[in-house]
């Protein structure tokens, strides 16, 4: 296990998170919000002290680096930074409990969106913006972030590789171009020009400058954090129907982007898993609106709140226009549904993704034809490419463990005495990176009535859901920290 490298990563990862409050300080100094100055000067100023500690004893690290160094690194870098990142809140006082301030943090960097905060409008706007900058810099991955602007050669080392499969959310991560750095850089390019052109929308909608650089950080992100009590609800249909299509932009895998300025066009058109996550997207919103008949005054709005909704679960964005924890059991089950499915791989949504689903269903396709005519070779295709074995294995083993997860949290959680809906809905919600669940964790309320132990388990889900669950599993596996 190469430590000294892994440390020296993790006190870059520091550095880059101190540039990133800057922002936020200003912001309050503006203002002229004294606690939020104290708290993120002295938060700067522990994690730059940390940071530079770190990096003195780690400068030297080798860099030759292995796929499980990757993964613990990862999985580390992610705690530290969440860790690291809720100090703002806390020193503040905005979010008394450092365990409030925790959960509230990692929601954010994980682009989950669950608050524990009754209402939000009472916070400070050096924090506000620090909450949803959380989620834009949570949605691409700072590692990859970091991976973009590093000056270090990797292709010896091969760590650039394992660093971003090991962070970038998807089934199978390939590479854009042949250098990972550039990859890492094209990605980001493509995510800032994204987030530029949501936040000219929103303000050519009358949106304020504010409201609208959180709210695109929101989208862009897919975390679902607002500055506003009743979320997007609030503000104009225009603003609303932005918020939709940039939701579902955002679910998109980023590889059709850069298709799409390489002008390979029937590339992106054949792309089966784009073809999924909008026939997903139109089917549900169709299937909802039906349901929905005389819920709402106008066809037109029935279809609005529903594509909003749509949209904003299955990219696992997780912002509301209406409460639709009073929607019909059957409109409900479907964004229950699509909670799980989530968005496209290589996209910064969360849930089991498009593509993985899609794989899985080809595999057991192709497991039944195996069962009817065992002598028979079957072949699972994907973009027709010829998927390899082990990339089946490794989405049959995370299903296991996506399962195992979920079965053991919400056994955990339920020890706190809520509805079984609320508990299912909350670890499903948290573990996909949604954010609002149903009943006590619906979208005009929070999870802020769940103890200590419930909070952690939560704050586990997230953090295993955003990073794929291996790099966070890996942390636990005594094998891991064995020499050889």
């Not at 969106?113 to 620090?130: C, D, F, N, R």
């Not at 509301?320 to 924890?325: E, G, L, R, S, Y």
């Not at 809520?418 to 929070?446: D, H, K, Q, R, Y």
Request: aromatic letters at 12%; a positive charge; proline letters at 3%.
């Amino acid at each position: 296990m190469n430590y000294k490298m892994m440390g020296r990563f993790v006190a870059q990862i520091l550095g880059i998170e101190c540039v990133f409050m800057i922002p936020a300080l200003v912001i309050s100094i503006f203002c002229e919000e004294r606690a939020a100055i104290k708290g993120f000067a002295l938060s700067i100023l522990i994690i730059a002290l940390l940071g530079g500690v770190l990096y003195v004893i780690c400068r030297k690290g080798k860099k030759r680096f292995y796929a499980r160094d990757g993964m613990v690194c990862v999985g580390i870098s992610w705690i530290v930074l969440s860790l690291m990142g809720a100090l703002p809140f806390y020193i503040s006082r905005e979010i008394p409990a450092y365990i409030d301030s925790f959960f509230e943090i990692v929601s954010g960097f994980t682009t989950t969106g669950a608050s524990v905060l009754p209402e939000v409008e009472h916070l400070s706007k050096g924090i506000l913006y620090w909450r949803s900058f959380s989620h834009w810099i949570g949605g691409m991955g700072v590692l990859v972030f970091l991976l973009a602007i590093s000056s270090m050669k990797g292709s010896k080392g091969g760590y650039t590789m394992h660093l971003l499969r090991a962070e970038s959310p998807g089934p199978n991560v390939g590479k854009l171009v042949p250098k990972m750095k550039q990859t890492a850089e094209i990605l980001y390019v493509l995510y800032i020009l994204l987030t530029v052109l949501d936040c000219l929308f929103l303000l050519a909608g009358g949106m304020p400058l504010f409201d609208a650089v959180c709210t695109a950080f929101g989208t862009a992100g897919t975390g679902g954090f607002g500055i506003k009590n009743d979320s997007i609800a609030g503000y104009s249909i225009y603003i609303q129907n932005v918020c939709t299509i940039f939701m579902l932009l955002f679910g998109v895998n980023f590889s059709c982007y850069y298709l799409i300025l390489m002008k390979q066009f029937r590339a992106v058109l054949k792309d089966e898993e784009l073809r999924v996550y909008i026939g997903i997207v139109v089917g549900s919103t169709v299937l909802i609106t039906l349901n929905l008949h005389g819920f709402y005054d106008t066809l037109g709005e029935t279809v609005r709140h529903a594509a909003f909704q749509v949209a904003s679960i299955v990219t696992t964005t997780g912002f509301a226009t209406t409460d639709f924890d009073l929607w019909p059991s059957f409109s409900k089950a479907i964004l229950l549904c699509l909670m799980v499915i989530g968005a496209s791989a290589g996209s910064t949504g969360g849930g089991f993704k498009c593509g993985r689903a899609l794989l899985l269903f080809k595999n057991m396709r192709r497991n039944l034809k195996k069962a009817l005519h065992p002598r028979r070779v079957e072949v699972v295709y994907n973009n027709g490419q010829k998927m390899e074995e082990n990339v089946l294995t490794n989405i049959d083993t995370y299903l296991a463990a996506y399962v195992m997860i979920l079965i053991v949290s919400f056994l955990v959680i339920s020890l706190d005495g809520f509805s079984i809906t609320t508990n299912f809905s909350a670890v499903l919600s948290c573990f996909n990176n949604i954010g609002p669940g149903l009943e006590v964790v619906g979208p005009t309320c929070n999870y802020g009535g769940y103890g200590v132990l419930s909070k952690l388990i939560l704050i586990f889900d997230m953090l295993a859901g955003r990073l794929e669950i291996f790099p966070i599993l890996i942390l636990l596996t005594r094998s891991t920290w064995k020499k050889g």
